[in-house]
């Protein structure tokens, strides 16, 4: 069938497992729909959860296999059946490996629909010899047994239950695939770093670390980092810890020796955004502030009678001269008035003789 008469839907056989599509041909399904389809297991059950309508066709590269038709209530019957049948064989199948001696777990079974496979999945710590084990119970189911190693997150998955959160499993309800995970995000987070205290049933990390994770970076991005000197109007300060939900800051305060705790509002409202880096107030800052002053302060307006440093000596001379005429006219001045004359004068010289 050629691509454009293809319409992909998107198809689950477990509640929170991988979406697969197939090619519904000309079945016409809504989402909820029960089919039947071929897959590696045999005839297996599924429940379609994307429309053809929500998928674009020519997204779909790979090839898809068809639907063989929607699911009969014989089929539903039977499907729900083996499932009960399943639950007893997977008991079966546990006191197997014990008798056995075998170092492995098995997690859960499930037949096909034609009851022709089960499927086991297990868990072992090492590689392990079970083809005895695989004939025993072939043996005693009277049809083929397949033999799956999952980790210990698909074990989770598989067995589903309840964390310490009250709620059920997130991989066994809604999750469809298990995110990577690091210390480094609970580390952000400010939760202890016990594994422990967090980490699953699975005895991972929890998966919804990385829930918050993007949240708490963009408010750690507002904040100044722990270890930091900072410059506040008290003084150089170290940021010795911050709480990104209540949004405070700890400083300590290096020249008072005080610990100070504020919000970050406050800090943004006193200091600008943020507190500035101490390697901004002496790289930048204090050059421009030594320097402002210097360049921006007018010239002080010279005294009269001062010579300016970097005035030239005939300028100097020249002040002299006018000085002393000024000197001059006030000695005469004060002659012709008979007031005595001007104490900045020369020495006057001696009196007039007697009248011829």
Not at 233 to 251: F, I
């Amino acid at each position: 069938m050629s691509d454009h008469q293809r319409a992909p839907v998107g198809v689950r056989f477990k509640e929170a497992g991988k979406v697969y599509y197939f090619d519904a041909g000309e079945h016409d399904l809504d989402v909820g729909s029960y089919i039947v389809v071929e897959t590696s297991h045999g005839q297996e059950v599924g429940r379609v959860v994307i429309s053809a309508e929500q998928v674009i066709a020519s997204d779909i590269k790979e090839s898809l296999k068809p639907i063989l038709r929607v699911a009969t209530p014989e089929d539903l019957d039977q499907w729900r059946r083996l499932k009960d049948r399943a639950a007893d064989h997977l008991r079966e199948a546990k006191h197997a490996v014990a008798d056995s001696g075998i170092d492995l777990q098995i997690v859960a079974g499930e037949f096909n629909l034609e009851e022709t496979q089960i499927t086991f999945y297990y868990t072992a710590a090492d590689r392990a010899d079970f083809r005895p084990l695989v004939r025993d119970l072939s043996s005693r189911f009277g049809t083929k047994v397949q033999m799956l190693q999952v980790g210990e997150r698909d074990r989770a998955k598989l067995l589903d239950g309840y964390d310490v959160c009250g709620q059920r499993l997130c991989c066994a309800s809604w999750q469809t695939s298990f995110p990577s995970v690091s210390i480094k995000m609970a580390k952000e987070q400010d939760l202890p770093l016990n594994p422990q205290k967090i980490s699953g049933v699975c005895g991972r990390l929890y998966c919804c670390l990385t829930f918050e994770h993007e949240g708490y970076r963009e408010l750690r991005g507002q904040l100044p980092k722990v270890g930091s000197m900072v410059s506040t109007p008290a003084g150089e300060a170290k940021v010795n810890s911050v709480n990104v939900l209540r949004k405070t800051v700890r400083l300590w305060l290096t020249e008072q020796h005080q610990v100070l705790e504020m919000p970050v509002a406050d800090l943004q409202l006193q200091y600008g955004v943020t507190v500035r880096p101490v390697e901004l107030v002496r790289e930048i800052e204090a050059p421009l502030r030594h320097a402002e002053p210097s360049a921006a302060a007018p010239e002080a307006p010279a005294e009269e009678g001062a010579e300016s440093p970097a005035a030239p000596a005939g300028e100097a001379a020249a002040k002299r001269r006018r000085r002393g005429r000024r000197g001059g006219r006030q000695r005469r001045r004060g002659g012709e008035s008979g007031q005595p004359p001007s104490p900045q004068g020369p020495p006057p010289g001696p009196p007039p003789g007697p009248p011829a």
